[in-house]
């Protein structure tokens, strides 16, 4: 059974940082496709950035429109941990962030395939 878990939510101020963490236990490898997504409050949860698995075409990363040139995206495979540095916060990015494994390598596995973690608060002040 996969388990995974974030850590590095807070509160900041407009402009500022944060780093986001997430470790994966269990028995995934570098065909899994990795990724960060968020949700406000009565919407969806969308996708904010993803790494894709290692066998896919492009086993490069994806970034949501509203977070490109902000936030950074980094996989260890080797250590099952995902990291999502986010810089220049804007209150608009406050949400509660959710880190995701899925054995599809394009992140586009069926709700089986994938594994969530509890969410992390990230409130950005104006």
């Known amino acids: 059974q996969i388990q995974v878990a974030e850590s590095g939510g807070g509160s900041v101020q407009s402009g500022g940082s944060l780093s986001l963490s997430c470790v994966i236990h269990?028995?995934?490898?570098?065909?899994?496709?990795m990724g960060w997504f968020r949700q406000f409050p009565g919407k969806d949860r969308e996708e904010v950035a993803l790494?894709?698995?290692?066998?896919?075409?492009?086993?490069?990363?994806r970034y949501a429109d509203s977070v490109k040139g902000r936030f950074t995206i980094a996989r260890d495979s080797a250590k099952h941990t995902l990291t999502l540095r986010m810089n220049s916060l804007k209150p608009e990015d406050t949400a509660i962030y959710y880190c995701?494994?899925?054995?599809?390598?394009?992140?586009?596995?069926?709700?089986?395939?994938?594994?969530w973690g509890q969410g992390t608060q990230v409130t950005v002040s104006s």
């Open positions: 995701l494994t899925d054995r599809h390598g394009l992140c586009q596995g069926r709700p089986w395939d994938r594994s």
């Open positions: 269990g028995k995934i490898d570098r065909t899994y496709c």
């Open positions: 790494v894709r698995g290692a066998s896919s075409s492009d086993g490069g990363t």
